[in-house]
């Protein structure tokens, strides 16, 4: 009887550990230094760290895999830690879906689904500063589908909280929902091309939010910010991606281009019908370890200045142009210099700053995307 419960006893423990996979751990140390403060600055002027990310990924029977991701940053006058992610995904489902329940990155634009470890630059593009803080993850459930096609098509959407878009907290379950659908396909061996749009509906104020003459909402231009600054009931999306590489591979060279284009309206706590932006960047990978790159960007916004007593609101323009040189020793390793000019209309905090950045991994990491 006792040789029967111990045989017991180990097939089940035998069968729990094909439950269950092995954990993977990941580790991205992110360390930095910038001359200046600029406006919607993605880091902070001086010595910092900015998004150092501890990451666990366990799957569950080969049919679910559970994710969380811890982020730290501090610069010379601030810290934060915040949990970005923690959330669950099928990996299992029939006919091309996928469900993730959880806190996760929202699946719009080119760039905002992705771990800011993986960009070109040292911070994101202008439009994702003003617009989605850099980068827009919320607790919620979202689902996906993959096409059956021989050309790359998905779809996905996703309901949100709302309340990691900005200061405001939702009044409803609610606050803000996604869609979003991406596209693609080879041209010949050495091109390959990805075009996407996404909207994103933002709940989350009234859209006479701020309109009291005695509310006033000041925007802070200078240095990190969090959260959307800009934001409005409605977001459009529109990508395109075309990259380059020698018989696909582009282990060796590989040329990359790519642009977004965003555009609000029903603009929340702002006299103006609408806001918008673009970037246009190029990044050319001339060897295995070496890559340079330019991006410029504009975003027209509008601020409200004091005249008199009165309070008046005045469209603006901010440019931005940055140009970097990378170097990667190894896979997991990355040195880079960027140099980054401002020219701003009627806003404040712009002005030019080269930043100095080093990132290193340890550890397991998600494939990055097209």
Request: contains cysteine.
């Amino acid at each position: 009887m006792k040789r029967k419960a111990l045989a017991l006893a180990t097939a089940v423990l035998c069968s729990q550990a094909n439950v269950v996979n092995a954990l993977e751990v990941g580790v991205i140390l992110d360390a930095y230094h910038k001359s200046e403060n600029t406006a919607l600055g993605g880091r902070a002027e001086g010595f910092g760290s900015s998004h150092s990310e501890l990451s666990l990924s366990q799957g569950i029977a080969d049919l679910t895999t559970a994710h969380v991701a811890l982020v730290g940053e501090w610069n010379e006058q601030d810290s934060d830690l915040q949990l970005e992610e923690a959330y669950l995904q099928s990996s299992a489902l029939p006919g091309g879906m996928n469900v993730t329940a959880g806190r996760f990155l929202a699946d719009i634009g080119y760039l905002n689904a992705t771990h800011s470890h993986s960009d070109n630059f040292s911070e994101r593009p202008l439009l994702y500063r003003a617009f989605l803080g850099g980068h827009y993850f919320d607790d919620g459930v979202g689902v996906s589908w993959l096409a059956p096609t021989d050309r790359y098509w998905r779809l996905s959407a996703g309901a949100f909280t709302g309340d990691k878009l900005g200061e405001e907290k939702s009044e409803s379950g609610i606050g803000t929902w996604t869609l979003s659908t991406e596209f693609g396909d080879d041209l010949g061996n050495n091109a390959s091309w990805q075009m996407g749009a996404s909207y994103l509906r933002n709940n989350t104020q009234s859209s006479d939010h701020h309109e009291d003459e005695d509310d006033h909402e000041e925007h802070d231009h200078a240095g990190h910010s969090h959260g959307a600054e800009y934001q409005g009931k409605n977001l459009y999306l529109t990508d395109l991606v075309w990259k380059w590489a020698p018989q696909g591979n582009n282990r060796q060279q590989q040329v990359k281009l790519a642009a977004e284009y965003a555009y609000v309206d029903d603009v929340y706590g702002a006299e103006v019908d609408h806001y918008d932006g673009w970037y246009l960047s190029g990044v050319y990978q001339f060897d295995e370890n070496w890559s340079a790159g330019i991006r410029q960007g504009r975003v027209n916004l509008a601020e409200e200045h004091e005249h008199a007593g009165e309070h008046e609101w005045e469209e603006t323009r901010l440019t931005e142009t940055s140009v970097m040189l990378s170097w990667a020793p190894t896979h997991t390793q990355r040195l880079r210099l960027e140099y980054k000019h401002q020219d701003a209309d009627h806003m404040e905090g712009a002005d030019n700053a080269i930043t100095v950045h080093y990132q290193i991994g340890f550890g397991a990491h998600a494939a990055h995307g097209f």
